[in-house]
Structures are given as C-alpha cells and as structure tokens.
C-alpha cells in the first residue's frame, strides 16, 4: 500500500480526492490548513479509518511538513493547497500570493530535501503532483482552446498567483531535477464545495428563494468538469505520466453561465418546485460584472487522452443533475457552512 500526502484535502477538490483514495485503499496523510473553505465534515466519513491521518497545518510551515516526511515516507506528494476563488483575490490579493506562491515554495523546498534522502526505487517511483487552474491561460476568443503550450496570460491576482505557482514546480524539475507533474483543470463542480462558487451559490439561493445573480450578460463560457472525472485524471497522470510534463484536464462541456444557472433551474423545478408554483428561472437577475471576467475558457485536453486513456465519464447534463441531488440531500452539510463566516454575500466587489 502506498501512502500518499495530500495538501489541501479537507477542500472541495482535494476532499473528494481524499475520499476516493482511501476508498481504494490508498493510505493518506490529509495536511490541510483548514481555512474558511476547508472543512471536515466532508472527511467525516472517514472517521476511525487507518488509512486516513489528519493533520491541521499550513504548507508554509517547514519544519511541520519536513516532520511529516520523516514520520511517514509518502511515496507521492500531491498539492490541491490554494486559495482558489477569483472574486476573494479581488478584495484581497495578499492571501492568495502566500499560499499559492508562498506556501507552494516552501513545499518544494521540503519535498526535494526529502526526495534527495530517498534511495533506489523509492527515489525513482517518487513524484510532486501540482494541482494547478486553466485559469493562468487567460481569456479565449469564440474559437480556440488551451493546449499545455498555450502562453500564460492571467487576468486576476488568482490566476496570476496559480502561474507563478506552475512556474515555481517546472523551476524545481529542471534545475533540482525533483521529478514532477503538472495538471491544468477547467471548472470543477459537484459534491462538496464551498457555496461561493457558481453551481453550490444558485442552488442555495434558488432554494432559499433569493434572487440568482448573474454577472454581465450571462454569456460568459466555461469548460464545466466533474469534480469526480477530475479525480481520476489527477490519478492517471500520477500513475503513468511522463516527469516533468504538463496535462490539461477538461469536461468537454462548454457551457454559458446563463445556460447553466437555467439548468439548475429546470432540475430544482423538477425536484422541489416553488410553493407558489412560478419557475426559479423567474428568480435570475443580472448585476454589475466581475472585474476583468474572462470571457471564456475551454480546455484541449487531447494529450491527457491519448497519452494516458483518459476520458470523462460524465456529460454535464448527468453530472449537474447527480450535483442537485446532492445538494438537496446534504442540506445540513449546506447549512454548517452557511452558519459561518459566509452567508451567500457577493464577493469581489472591491475594484
């Protein structure tokens, strides 16, 4: 049994990550700093389970994680850690420049001082997967899609805190020869994410009966993947891809946010209609625009296929729909949340 550590993985990503490896009998070490968007309801399930070891910490903190390499000798290191959300690096970029930046160093620094320690097979099976964004390709034009040689041009302190992070782990491979991969996601959606983001934001407001707010024109188009289907993929490329590569990671399913907040619509009408029998479509109102909102995103994920065989196993019109439900199921999950510090307020407003 191999053990991996997993930064970041009490979050959206990295949680459902997480779950799915120790379902597989991976034994995993879960370092995770638990801020606003970390949280442990979603491990619950893991509770009493050896494969399973929690720890509560930052990846800045050298002399934790350097602790942890020599407590548990991970075979892999694999970093979902970040601050993930444009509109909060609107109102505060500093916050997303010190984990994505900051933090993603210094975890480098300690994975190639153990990876030097490591000897024979253990040194040449080691890898640092980097769990990055097509976010730090900038905005697409009505035709085209990222390719992994596609120029880096981020548009928000997110994205540009992501590339720096992308530039810091190809530095680390090709003068410290620390043997890593990369991976460049489109959106994620499904269980277990934070209500900020887009899908997890509509279905509460819709549910609550609020008005769903739609940035600009709506027309703004994302390449939605399945949060499962991502995970997968992170499993393909630690298994079998080439050192020092990077692979695009896309749901091929571009959708409009308009299209998408009217499917989410039609499937809460279909499940939980309004007591005043009117649509939740009635419900969407358009408001001031993101910031430097990119327009669109869409990702070739071409090599990550060939190369290695993988491929969605989820269209979005199964993947938002198996998403409602559990949301619908999950409320008390939902609520835990929404008794924090977020109460469904729009964010990055600041510029």
Avoid at 167 to 181: E, I, K, M
Avoid at 282 to 293: L, N, W
């Amino acid at each position: 049994m191999q053990t991996w550590l997993v930064t970041g993985g009490a979050g959206f990503i990295g949680g459902n990550f997480v779950l799915e490896a120790v379902a597989a009998r991976q034994r995993v070490v879960n370092l995770d700093a638990l801020t606003y968007a970390g949280n442990l309801d979603t491990l619950s399930s893991l509770k009493g389970n050896d494969n399973h070891v929690f720890v509560h910490g930052d990846i800045g903190d050298r002399a934790l994680v350097d602790a942890l390499l020599r407590e548990h000798r991970p075979d892999a290191i694999l970093n979902f850690a970040a601050e993930s959300h444009v509109d909060r690096s609107i109102d505060g970029p500093g916050a997303f420049v010190q984990t994505n930046v900051v933090g993603t160093l210094a975890l480098l620094e300690a994975a190639r001082d153990y990876w030097r320690s490591l000897e024979g097979t253990a040194r040449e099976a080691f890898r640092f997967l980097h769990v990055s964004t097509d976010e730090v390709y900038g905005s697409l034009g009505e035709t085209g899609r990222f390719t992994e040689t596609t120029p880096y041009a981020p548009n928000s302190p997110y994205s540009a805190s992501k590339a720096a992070s992308d530039h810091l782990v190809r530095a680390f491979h090709h003068t410290y020869g620390l043997p890593v991969l990369t991976t460049n996601c489109s959106n994620n959606y499904g269980p277990y994410q934070f209500p900020e983001k887009l899908i997890p934001l509509v279905i509460a407001k819709a549910i609550a009966g609020e008005p769903l707010p739609i940035y600009g024109d709506g027309r703004n188009v994302r390449d939605w993947l399945y949060v499962g289907d991502h995970c997968s993929a992170i499993r393909a490329v630690l298994e079998r891809g080439r050192v020092g590569e990077t692979y695009n990671v896309g749901g091929d399913a571009e959708m409009q946010n308009i299209q998408v907040v009217e499917t989410i619509c039609a499937l809460l009408d279909e499940r939980r209609p309004r007591e005043d029998g009117k649509p939740r479509k009635s419900q969407i109102t358009y408001v001031k625009d993101r910031p430097g909102h990119d327009r669109r995103y869409a990702i070739d994920a071409g090599k990550l296929k060939s190369e290695l065989g993988w491929s969605p196993a989820h269209s979005f019109a199964q993947g938002i729909a198996d998403t409602v439900d559990w949301y619908l199921a999950n409320q008390p999950w939902v609520q835990r949340v929404l008794d924090g510090s977020y109460r469904l307020e729009r964010i990055g407003a600041a510029a």
